[in-house]
């Protein structure tokens, strides 16, 4: 089993970020920053296919796990990104048993999927693919997403498929789909991701979410949730530019103020 894997199972407090800037030095400088791992996210940015690939090939070089979050449920686009060697698959808005259970048969080879076998990147273009297909089915991490209300309903369902490693929990999507937007919705909003979180625990599943800010990782921690998707590096660059605009006109003013 990998490391990423067995942190993951293990509830071992993790965090990462997604990588939304498609180029390779975006993720060297990420990656040596020290996250804990990577989410590419094909389904909100421009990242294409073939890029994906240069990125994995990025976080590989400093050693740091990385996931995609793919596009939908499609199994070409699952095994696309596996083949291309990411370290696991984030599936969006599985909303019920029947959806996790094909996100299952799209990560896995069989015999606990239908995983196509392929030369990508992964097995060394077909060079070692005995040695990766013993080995993929214990080392990918399958996350998938509940993030709607039906999936919400259907908690129980879902974190009881074998096969899934983590739940991991989109609150903006969520706060749309339950009408629990904004701070009048918080209360609404926080009670579903404590149901979500409490059901997976007791199905021995582990469970991820989406942060803006670190703010409130400690109190998530608290409630059982180990997997920290934090901000996204877009976010972080704009965060860390406006502080940084915002302090220099500080001191200008400052030093205006000293003139006079």
Same mark, same amino acid.
């Given at each position: 089993?990998?490391?990423?894997? /067995? ?18 030095? =975006?993720?060297?400088?990420?990656? =040596? ?9 094909? *389904? ?13 090939? =990025?976080?590989?070089?400093? /050693? ?18 596996? #083949?291309?060697? =990411? ?10 048993? *029947? ?15 239908? /995983? ?18 013993? +080995? ?51 209360? +609404? ?5 404590? @149901?979500? @979180?409490? @059901? ?15 703010? #409130? ?38 030093? *205006?103020? +000293?003139?006079?």
């Amino acid at each position: 089993m990998s490391d990423f894997r /067995r942190n993951c199972i293990e509830r071992r407090l993790i965090v990462g970020t997604f990588a939304a800037i498609p180029h390779p030095v =975006a993720i060297e400088v990420t990656a =040596a920053a020290g996250v804990d791992f990577l989410c590419i996210d094909w *389904e909100h940015s421009q990242i294409g296919r073939e890029r994906i690939e240069d990125l994995i090939r =990025a976080a590989d070089l400093h /050693r740091v796990p990385a996931m995609v979050r793919v596009p939908g449920h499609a199994a070409e686009d699952i095994a696309a990104v596996l #083949d291309a060697g =990411a370290a696991g698959v984030l599936v969006p808005r599985i909303s019920t048993a *029947e959806q996790a259970r094909a996100a299952v048969q799209a990560t896995r080879y069989p015999p606990l999927g239908a /995983r196509g076998v392929g030369p990508g990147r992964a097995a060394a273009y077909g060079y070692r693919i005995p040695d990766y297909l013993a +080995k993929a089915n214990a080392e990918l991490v399958l996350a998938i997403q509940v993030e709607t209300a039906e999936g919400l309903a259907n908690v129980a369902d879902i974190a009881a498929v074998d096969g899934v490693d983590l739940i991991f929990i989109g609150p903006g999507d969520l706060s749309v789909s339950i009408d629990a937007i904004g701070p009048a919705g918080k209360e +609404k909003l926080d009670a579903a991701i404590r @149901t979500i @979180t409490e @059901t997976a625990l007791s199905a021995d599943r582990a469970v991820g979410i989406f942060r803006p800010s670190p703010d #409130d990782v400690g109190a998530w921690s608290q409630a059982g949730i180990s997997f920290f998707l934090l901000a996204s590096d877009t976010m972080f660059l704009g965060a860390g530019m406006a502080a940084g605009i915002v302090g220099a006109k500080k001191h200008q003013s400052t030093s *205006e103020a +000293k003139e006079k």
